[in-house]
């Protein structure tokens, strides 16, 4: 893609200090770092969501009390929902890998505001502190799932406040990045890199932080609007005062369908650096899959209404919010097509990144065609707020992003830390990791269908086989995830050291040194090629 990049090595980014100790990360403006601490602290909350998860999944391996009681079980899940939403989803893969790779990628020594990108992790940091705390306050833990539906959340003698002011703040952090990507991508490109010369993920991250700019003051209006409610007795959504909970659901879903997209979009930029890569292949379709990332963040805005199907809206609004769901499903289908022609005839190499890559298609697959049946007026008013509406939202959500999420860590991670890890535990972490997930989540699917809710402590016996299989489906998953942390950890302490480019890489990160220097690159890279040009 580009000239050499340097010809000898200089001390990377973890060597080079210009404070002591602790605050040589604390203080950084180094947008790798930034990235690293994004990493380190989701692992943690996502550590406590998977045991929060967990502990669901063991609850519900019986009918009646097991583990705990109705209450736990409610605070329980949405704890682990406020975790999975908005600490490790929403943020996860720009605020990890966009940090870290973006400016790379594009050929800049780091994004266009340094110091705003340090902002934007403390932010995240205390919005986590803040939501988490409601945990622990006099109260009691909230218990009206991550999406504070109006009227309980303002109704709840449980602590609201600090969970939904905590996802205030944490949306800040999410336009910050937003807001510093965009700028970055527009300014900061490499000397010839053209806008169809850039790699897919700095696109997919470009459709994200336009929707991460435009969507996300929405709910924080929306959460405000809740404490104000909450507070002061205004009215917006109780109907009591003349309000309507009907409004908030609108509002909540405005933003939280293309925050659907803010975890997706990343995601599918991500499948579609390692597919080129481990298929040697220059990637089918560079402008279709930019057209339809764009297309997908633009579409995302308009589909918000196929959530309240049940609410009461007008049959026209019904019709039209339908019909957009379906639209919506056409670029990512293009994607998918454009992935798999890709391997079509390809020198592919069976390596770890490549495997979740292939699983993100199938699971994507699967959430994507069940989210049809969710998309369609007639089925939707019969599985709406059941179990399948869980699966569906987990093979998406944990299926798509959580498998590009870990993906992107085994096919970065040699240009991240210098080492490379053991590629046998890696896959076996991986084999675990999918078998659990699917059993784990394909009978939620044969649950919502026979008509068990969702959120429910408790369910009649025709529902036990089904959660049986579910549950240990949850232990195989987790076993594997074990796995594959603690490979990664070992290996980024004491795995054999890494080449520059040990996949054969086309992108400009594979032209800098292993890890990166502190500015990227030693010398400026031109670029003259497009980004996936194999030969």
Not at 8 to 23: A, C, D, F, Q, R
Not at 187 to 204: C, E, I, S, V
Not at 239 to 247: C, E, K, Q
Request: glycine content about 10%; aromatic content about 18%.
């Amino acid at each position: 893609m580009s000239e050499s990049i340097h010809e000898t090595k200089e001390p990377s980014y973890l060597e080079v200090k210009s404070h002591k100790g602790i605050w040589n990360w604390l203080l950084t403006t180094d947008h790798k770092r930034i990235g690293l601490m994004y990493l380190y602290a989701m692992i943690t909350f996502f550590g406590v969501g998977v045991i929060l998860g967990l502990m669901m999944k063991l609850e519900l391996i019986a009918p009646g009390k097991t583990i705990m009681s109705a209450q736990t079980y409610n605070s329980f899940f949405t704890l682990h929902g406020i975790i999975m939403i908005f600490l490790i989803v929403v943020p996860g893969l720009p605020a990890v890998f966009g940090n870290f790779f973006l400016p790379i990628l594009i050929g800049a020594k780091d994004v266009a505001f340094p110091k705003l990108n340090l902002l934007s992790w403390y932010v995240y940091m205390l919005g986590a502190v803040v939501a988490l705390s409601s945990q622990f306050l006099s109260g009691g833990a909230p218990d009206t799932g991550w999406t504070f539906y109006a009227p309980y959340s303002f109704k709840t003698s449980t602590n609201m406040l600090p969970a939904v002011l905590g996802a205030f703040i944490l949306g800040f952090s999410s336009i910050l990045t937003g807001l510093n990507f965009i700028v970055t991508m527009h300014r900061l490109r490499a000397k010839g890199m053209t806008w169809m010369k850039m790699p897919l993920f700095p696109w997919a991250l470009y459709g994200t932080a336009w929707i991460q700019l435009l969507a996300t003051p929405i709910v924080g209006i929306t959460l405000l609007m809740v404490v104000a409610e909450r507070t002061l007795q205004i009215g917006f959504f109780d109907p009591a005062l003349g309000g309507d909970p009907i409004l908030y659901q609108h509002l909540f879903w405005i933003y939280s369908h293309p925050a659907v997209y803010i975890m997706i979009l990343p995601a599918m930029g991500v499948v579609s650096e390692i597919l080129p890569t481990f298929a040697q292949k220059t990637i089918f379709g560079y402008k279709a899959i930019v057209i339809s990332t764009i297309a997908i963040a633009f579409v995302g805005y308009f589909v918000w209404g196929h959530h309240m199907f049940t609410s009461g809206m007008s049959g026209v609004a019904l019709y039209i919010f339908s019909l957009l769901t379906f639209l919506v499903a056409i670029p990512s289908a293009i994607k998918v097509f454009n992935w798999i022609a890709t391997l079509y005839r390809g020198s592919i190499r069976l390596e770890t990144p490549f495997y979740w890559a292939a699983s993100f298609i199938f699971v994507f697959m699967i959430g994507g065609l069940s989210g049809l049946v969710l998309g369609s007026l007639a089925t939707d008013v019969y599985v709406h707020d059941t179990h399948f509406v869980v699966a569906h939202f987990h093979y998406i959500v944990f299926g798509g992003v959580g498998f590009a999420f870990i993906g992107a860590m085994h096919y970065w991670f040699p240009k991240m830390y210098g080492r490379m890890y053991d590629a046998s535990w890696a896959n076996i972490g991986w084999l675990f990791f999918f078998i659990g997930f699917n059993f784990l989540y394909m009978p939620m699917f044969y649950l919502g269908i026979l008509g068990m809710p969702r959120r429910y402590f408790d369910y009649v016996d025709k529902f036990h086989n089904g959660n049986i299989v579910s549950t240990i489906g949850s232990w195989v998953m987790v076993f594997g995830l074990v796995v594959i942390v603690a490979n990664l950890i070992k290996s980024a302490r004491s795995g054999p050291l890494a080449d520059d480019n040990p996949w054969n890489g086309k992108t400009l990160e594979w032209a800098t040194s292993s890890p990166p220097p502190l500015e990227n690159f030693e010398i400026e890279p031109v670029v003259t090629e497009g980004p996936y040009e194999y030969k």
